[in-house]
């Protein structure tokens, strides 16, 4: 062998050995949250002249001390790669492992640029498969800048992301800023609810639909057209079927170009042209318009109707949204409809700060053209605006439910919808199991939320993967359900689809996002049976999956050492075809190649040979 290819395997071998070695004994339900902490009055300490500023290196120490943060005891048992890593009491059968990075320098948001949105996004975009969910700690002045800036530029989001920050520094006596972190990480890591979302006072909002709206009080947000999507009373309340659900089956990805040509003009009787003409001039490429009332205008100014008519026939975007937090913009009005008779597109319901970085998302498409972009920025991407909901929906859903009701005798509007969030899950599992897309699609229009669990935790998808049917699988995900919705077992949609060896719908899964959640030691276990029985159906599907065959067991033995000492040689094989690695050494050890030697298994030696020379 030349001493290139010596290295090249030497390198090869000592990754695996490496992945090998990495292997713990965790068996706890955890999930895991990487918070990302931008700065904020959260972690401010007042300075020796009386004003807060943010300390660096400061939170996590202090976390440290809090006990509902960090269970030190448990930690201390424990045995993690990052020693920094906070791990919270048990709770709710779960524990949640969370770890804190902290942004250098840490900012008041309002210091805050669109490059520290794009800084956000891809921090989680880097961690995204080693994490349930995502906390980021931020001032609240820009809170909701960033917070609908995240939603447009997390595209095909199937985990949570979470906002949050406090009035009041987290080590205060008094402090808004630790129930609302813990509440955050509680959702973020118990909760698959794939959206951006913002935290604050026992609420989570959605992040495109809020706005800092009391700059005085500890409820310091509000989302005045869409209630809180969870409340966080004495029980956990969660509007599942209020949760945005894209419906696409692609991956994760970050969009981070945003176009920073945008801006906000507020209307105020007696604006001149002239002032409105300079703020339209190049390089502006789009101009939120706030108007008054249901988004209405001037419509006795031809010289303002000139301008937004000179401005979108070159091109700039102009869309409106009304001054008023609550409601809508709606043409009912002449001097509304003289707007949008200028080219300015009518912007429903959405926030200044959805509007505008909605805009600047847009507008950043640059592989978009013109009509598209026009086109997209008053469609509903993220949940942003609101749609009217179709009529005969509504009717129906209330037909079924209600005649099951009556013939339970049930009339209260709790015990009503009780009774919903138990038979919709199991009718959906059940059409899930059928194969049946068209009991589905009748499910869809009676009302049913294929993302509800059911009494397992699973869902229609699950279901659906474990039995094989592509076509159910296909339609659950354009219709929203997430490929990352963990079971009581902890266990994913991926899971059941491996379990029943089902490739083509792993590779769908894999497709839309889905990743190997299973911790390595019981993958190991997984893979040195199926390569122990030589079952290479189910190492195909593993391997579908993208599973790494170096995993190790308890013994740190991998799937090879298991297929070689078994003499299993198609097993052997197809490991070695697959990247497994035959110098990866057992606690004993012995290295799959070792053994073979030994025993002198002639054959096993060969195809070890034959791996080499295709390595090199
Ligand atoms: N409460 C806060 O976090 C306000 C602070 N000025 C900030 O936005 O960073």
């Known amino acids: 062998m030349s001493q290139v290819s010596d290295v090249a395997e030497t390198e090869n071998q000592a990754e695996a050995i490496a992945k090998a070695k990495a292997a713990d004994s965790e068996v706890e339900p955890v999930s895991r949250v990487l918070v990302l902490y931008t700065g904020g009055t959260i972690g401010m300490k007042s300075n020796p002249n009386g ?22 005891e448990y930690a201390d048992s424990q045995n993690f790669d990052n020693e920094d890593t906070l791990a919270m009491p048990y709770h709710r059968g779960k524990r949640i492992l969370y770890l804190v990075k902290e942004y250098v320098p840490l900012l008041d948001s309002s210091n805050m640029m669109m490059k520290d ?41 199937g985990k949570p992301i979470i906002l949050t920050g406090s009035q009041i520094p987290i080590f205060e ?31 989570i909002l959605r992040g495109n639909r809020s706005i800092k709206y009391d700059a005085g009080s500890l409820s310091a947000f509000v989302s005045p057209n869409l209630p809180p999507i969870v409340s966080l009373e004495i ?37 001149t042209s002239q002032t409105v003409r300079g703020f339209l001039r190049p390089p502006m490429q789009g101009v939120i318009l706030q108007t008054y009332g249901a988004g209405n ?9 000139q301008v937004f008519k000179e401005a979108s026939n070159i091109g700039v975007i102009i869309i409106n949204i009304s001054q008023c937090p609550r409601g809508n913009v709606s043409t009912s009005y002449a001097t509304g409809k003289a707007l949008m008779d200028c080219g300015i597109l009518c912007g429903g319901d959405m926030t200044t700060e959805a509007a505008l970085t909605k805009l600047s998302y847009i507008l950043g498409k640059e592989e978009w053209d013109i009509d598209k972009k026009r086109k997209m920025m008053t469609r509903n991407l993220r949940g942003e605006m609101t749609v009217v909901r179709n009529e005969t929906i509504s009717i129906m859903d209330f037909e079924l439910i209600d005649s099951v009701a009556k013939c339970l005798s049930i009339s209260s509007t709790e015990e009503v919808n009780k009774l919903r969030d138990a038979l919709y899950p199991n009718l959906t599992c059940a059409a899930a199991m059928a194969g049946d897309v068209q009991a589905l699609q009748k499910l869809k229009e009676s009302g049913a939320d294929f993302s509800l669990p059911n009494q397992d935790g699973r869902t229609a998808l699950h279901v659906a993967c474990r039995e094989g049917h592509y076509p159910v ?75 790494d065959f170096n995993v190790a067991d308890y ?31 057992d606690i004993f050890g012995n290295s799959a190649e070792s053994f073979a030697s030994d025993k002198g298994y002639t054959e096993v030696l060969e195809l070890i040979a034959k791996a080499k020379t295709a390595a090199r």
Not at 246 to 271: A, D, S
């Open 297 to 305: 205008a001037p419509d006795n100014r031809p010289d303002l109707h």
């Open 117 to 157: 949105w794009a800084h956000i996004a891809t921090d989680i975009s880097d961690h995204y498969t080693e994490y349930d969910g995502f906390v980021v700690l931020h001032g609240t002045d820009t809170m909701a800048y960033t917070a609908s800036a995240l939603s447009f530029m997390c595209e095909n989001l």
């Open 173 to 203: 006596v008094r402090s808004d800023g630790r129930d609302n972190f813990l509440s955050a990480l509680i959702i973020a890591g118990q909760y698959c609810i794939p959206e951006v979302l913002l935290c604050f006072d026992n609420k």
């Open 473 to 547: 699988v296909q339609y659950l995900l354009h219709n929203g359900v997430s490929v990352h919705a963990k079971d009581h077992q902890g266990l994913t949609p991926l899971m059941d689809a491996i379990n029943g060896k089902h490739e083509n719908v792993i590779t769908l899964l894999v497709k839309t996002g889905s990743v190997v959640t299973l911790h390595t030691v019981n993958q190991a276990i997984e893979l040195c049976r199926a390569a122990a029985l030589e079952e290479m159906d189910t190492l195909q599907a593993w391997k579908a999956a993208g599973v």
């Open 235 to 271: 029980r956990i309340t969660v509007d599942w079927p209020a949760i945005f659900r894209g419906g696409e089956t692609e991956k994760f990805q970050v969009f981070t170009r945003m176009c920073e040509n945008v801006g906000l003009i507020r209307l105020f009787p007696g604006i």
């Open 51 to 72: 004003v807060y500023e943010p300390k660096e290196n400061y939170l996590l120490n202090e976390l440290k001390k809090l006990p509902m943060f960090h269970d030190k």
């Open 555 to 585: 013994d740190k033995r991998t799937p090879l050492h298991v297929a070689v000492a078994c003499l299993k040689l198609k097993a052997v094989e197809f490991l070695l075809d697959s990247g497994a690695c035959w110098r990866v050494q």
